[in-house]
């Protein structure tokens, strides 16, 4: 349809001039001067309702421009050229949403394009913020103005020029340059920051010095929910964790080591996790556990290096106890945990070992030692005895008997057979006594020797001189340390050569004890 303007009167003049009124001219279809719309309520009405578009056209020296009524979306437009619909640059829709590069804007502001899409404020000052969409967004200021964000009229965030971040507070540029980039906090009240995972998940921290492979966590903070657990890591390998129920290093078996500083040691405590050793004031190089004040120049015997104390001088261990109690050192096995023994009883003052879980020796408050299980024997003659009287004159030898036991500490000495069973190997102080009454003058002598496994030990007396009559009783005693293996056993014999058949053996003893 054509557009129309109505007046209520209108003078036509026929001219080449075209028609002129109150000083508008209306010419070839054009309006040249000034239009005014004047009165209370003025109305400048384009189209009549119908189903087709109104435009007004802006014939410019290169470009033309259009604003039109888009009748077959009833929207209105704006763009370049004549023809209404095409080169459109804004439109604005029915719901009052505004369109810019888009003709269906669905937001109250819809900007579309096929390159770059932005905003852009700038002050007069020359502050500038942007937004800007080509492949990423980007957003934020073009100048040296920092970017804010805030809710309900307050500031809740901003980002300086520098790029670092305050969450909180307004002041991130003032911290630690080392760790400034994000500062988290008002600095008023309780802050804090909380990572949000699921029951059987991690909540993590990276520390990276790179994008690829380990790089991308060197060191890392981790709580496991699963096992709630807290997990501190280096070297991209986990060093320790917290549990509820403790504290645990190297608990993934990375060989980590473990080290407290004192103000004067560097090894306060140190754990060498890969030769599972611990050293107390040094690095653990002699042993499992290794206390060292200072070096001794010495090594620790694979035998005995669970646990090694070294100084330079004078070193020790120190068991305290209370003055009605006992120390002790215990030795155990998987069949008895206290099978060997040291103790100090602080009650009498004596010093105690145990072997095989019993008592063995004892040194008493006055030095005294008491060895109980000892091996020692004394025996004496019966007189009376079988084959002690009337002694053949042969120059056979019989065992001595030796039937009545005064003591035989560790039950060595067998009185049936006279006989003493050495029960370990050693050196044994062998006694021996006898008295031979009714001793004939005519026996050339009387031999007495102790037999033992190993070799015999001699002892005698020569009659061969000969007396005027006959000796009421004779003695023959023998000491001897003999060197005796165990199960060795040790006899007392004796003989007579030549004379009557008429010496006895009345009175006698036998003894021995391990010396060493």
Not at 323 to 350: A, L, M, P, Q, V
Request: contains cysteine; aromatic residues 8%.
């Amino acid at each position: 349809m054509t557009s129309e303007i109505k007046v209520d009167t209108i003078s036509e003049q026929t001219s080449a001039n075209g028609v002129t009124i109150d000083g508008l001219t209306i010419k070839d279809g054009n309006i040249i001067g000034d239009v005014a719309l004047a009165g209370t309520t003025p109305t400048f009405t384009i189209g009549d309702g119908g189903a087709e578009d109104a435009a007004l056209i802006f014939d410019g020296n290169a470009v033309d421009y259009y604003m039109a009524l888009d009748d077959s979306a009833d929207d209105l437009v704006i763009g370049t050229g004549s023809t209404v619909g095409s080169n459109v640059k804004i439109t604005i829709d029915s719901s009052g949403n505004i369109g810019l590069g888009s003709t269906s804007p669905d937001r109250q502001i819809d900007i579309e394009s096929s390159s770059v899409v932005g905003l852009r404020a700038t002050k007069t000052d020359g502050s500038q913020f942007d937004l800007q969409v080509s492949g990423n967004t980007s957003m934020g200021t073009l100048d040296s103005t920092s970017l804010l964000f805030t809710t309900n009229n307050a500031e809740r965030m901003r980002i300086d020029s520098s790029g670092l971040i305050g969450i909180g507070n307004t002041t991130a540029s003032s911290f630690d340059a080392g760790a400034n980039r994000m500062v988290l906090g008002t600095g008023s009240g309780n802050n804090g920051l909380t990572i949000y995972a699921q029951n059987n998940a991690s909540s993590s921290i990276h520390f990276a010095d790179g994008s690829s492979g380990n790089a991308s966590y060197r060191g890392y903070l981790q709580y496991s929910h699963s096992s709630d657990a807290l997990i501190l890591a280096t070297g991209a390998t986990e060093v320790i964790s917290f549990h509820t129920d403790g504290i645990v290093v190297n608990e993934q078996s990375n060989d980590q080591n473990f080290r407290i500083e004192s103000n004067g040691n560097t090894h306060a405590l140190f754990v060498d996790a890969g030769n599972d050793r611990v050293g107390f004031i040094t690095a653990p190089d002699l042993g499992h556990v290794h206390i060292r004040t200072a070096d001794s120049g010495a090594s620790a015997h694979v035998s005995a290096d669970e646990l090694v104390i070294e100084g330079s001088a004078n070193s020790g261990i120190n068991i305290l106890s209370g003055n009605s109690s006992e120390g002790g050192i215990y030795f155990g096995d998987d069949g008895d945990n206290d099978i060997g023994r040291i103790r100090y009883d602080h009650t009498n003052n004596s010093l105690d070992f145990f072997t095989n879980a019993s008592e063995r020796m004892t040194i008493d408050s006055t030095g005294a030692v008491t060895i109980p299980n000892q091996p020692a024997f004394l025996a004496q003659v019966n007189t009376g005895t079988v084959n002690q009287e009337n002694l053949d004159t042969n120059g056979s030898f019989l065992t001595v008997a030796f039937p009545s036991e005064i003591f035989d500490q560790n039950a060595d000495y067998n009185a049936s057979t006279y006989t003493f069973t050495a029960p370990v190997t050693g050196r044994y102080q062998l006694n021996m006594m006898i008295r031979i009454q009714n001793v004939d003058s005519g026996a050339n002598y009387f031999g007495m020797y102790t037999a033992t496994s190993n070799r015999n030990w001699w002892s005698g007396l020569n009659q061969s001189s000969g007396t005027d009559r006959d000796p009421q009783y004779v003695t023959i005693s023998s000491s001897h340390l003999a060197d005796m293996d165990a199960n060795d056993t040790a006899i007392v014999r004796v003989a007579q050569s030549a004379g009557t058949a008429q010496a006895d053996i009345g009175e006698g003893f036998f003894s021995a004890f391990l010396a060493c």
